[in-house]
């Protein structure tokens, strides 16, 4: 398994050097943090805006951007294709699991995604020096493993959205409304704690803030230990009860999967 897993990485990885212009579109049409960020940064002025100031607005929107980069993936278009044209019919008869594919696809390209945003926090501290994040220990310590549980989450909750596909016809539609719901829910274009405390406490609990907020707090080390903790559950629960669901999705809906060569 390992050695197949290891064949679908470099496949994909020629794949995503081979489209690495489409990919920096991608990347930039992915930079909404960066216009909050010049919202936010000119509300603050010499001040501060809800314990924040100019420079922290600066290292939360750049370090959205970045871990969204890092923990996203975006395999939902192809599954959705695949299984909608038949596409998928030849995958089902190799020797690895189709979604050890996407896995791949989606893992591929974070060497790229990485050496894109480098130049934008270089460009960020050129004109905010302030802006460098200055994690905690413990927070350090805990960012890569958050990073990682974040991705599974991530790439669980597309997989659970693309494998709609063998049941209706089109669910682009719904990316379309979830990502509405991310982009508020898990702090990408407004921090959480700049919200009202009623809605913050029921956004905390959604599996969007461990996609994205959670990590972010952590490299900004604005939580203590026993937010951490917790954060660290909520993410292991999602990516648990995601993954679960994933695989439901895929033997159900594999049962009803009709296409030429199928």
Avoid at 167 to 180: I, P
Wanted: proline share 7%; net charge positive; glycine share 8%.
């Amino acid at each position: 398994m390992v050695r197949k897993f290891g064949a679908l990485l470099r496949i994909t990885w020629a794949d995503a050097l081979a489209y690495r212009a489409e990919l920096l579109i991608w990347v930039l049409t992915g930079a909404l943090p960066l216009v909050m960020l010049a919202v936010w940064r000119t509300l603050a002025g010499a001040g501060g805006v809800g314990g924040y100031t100019g420079a922290e607005f600066v290292t939360y929107y750049v370090g959205a951007l970045s871990i969204r980069q890092l923990a996203g993936a975006w395999i939902v278009w192809d599954m959705e294709r695949e299984i909608r044209m038949g596409e998928l019919s030849p995958h089902l008869l190799r020797p690895a699991h189709p979604l050890l594919r996407y896995l791949a696809m989606a893992l591929s390209d974070k060497p790229l995604r990485l050496a894109m945003i480098v130049p934008i926090w270089l460009v960020a501290l050129l004109f905010e020096p302030g802006a460098w994040p200055q994690p905690d220990p413990l927070s350090l310590v805990v960012l890569p493993l958050a990073i990682v549980l974040a991705f599974i989450i991530y790439f669980c909750n597309q997989c659970c959205i693309g494998l709609l596909s063998f049941w209706w016809t089109q669910v682009l539609a719904v990316q379309d409304f979830w990502f509405g719901l991310y982009a508020l829910a898990s702090g990408y274009l407004v921090p959480l704690d700049l919200l009202p405390p009623p809605v913050t406490r029921v956004l905390v609990l959604l599996p969007f803030r461990s996609m994205l907020s959670f990590p972010l707090d952590l490299l900004l080390g604005r939580l203590s230990p026993a937010a951490i903790g917790q954060g660290l559950v909520l993410q292991l629960f999602w990516a648990l009860s995601l993954f679960g669901l994933m695989l439901l999705l895929w033997r159900r809906g594999l049962r009803r999967y009709s296409a030429v060569g199928a």
